[in-house]
């Protein structure tokens, strides 16, 4: 089993940045893929980025061009650059490490984003 830490995160006004973090507890080369999910009230929980163990990252529609996901194998650290934020980017934020298909989480992040 693998523990994520998540730090980061808070509130920002509308277009401002911010950074989320997860350090693993173990090799973030091993996982088959690492990433962020988020959680709005009341909306399901839904992927926002993901870097697979090659290196190549995915995101979400909705942060495509604004989110830089990246990861430090040094430091079994992910990292979520949050850029030109937008009141629908607030929600917890969770880091996920997937192990063969079993999903391991951060402890979730609010982030808020005020117009």
């Known amino acids: 089993q693998v523990r994520l830490v998540q730090s980061g995160g808070g509130l920002v006004q509308a277009g401002g940045s911010l950074s989320l973090s997860c350090a693993a507890s173990r090799g973030i080369v091993l996982a088959d893929d690492m990433g962020w999910y988020r959680q709005a009230p009341g909306q399901q929980r839904e992927l926002v980025a993901s870097?697979?163990?090659?290196?190549?990252?995915e995101y979400a529609a909705s942060v495509k061009g604004r989110f830089i996901i990246s990861r430090d194998t040094t430091k079994n650290t992910v990292r979520l650059q949050m850029n030109s934020l937008k009141p629908e980017d607030t929600a917890v934020y969770y880091c996920?490490?997937?192990?063969?298909?079993?999903?391991?989480w951060g402890q979730g992040t609010h982030i808020v984003v005020s117009s």
């Open positions: 870097i697979i163990r090659s290196g190549v990252t």
């Open positions: 996920y490490y997937n192990d063969d298909g079993r999903l391991e």
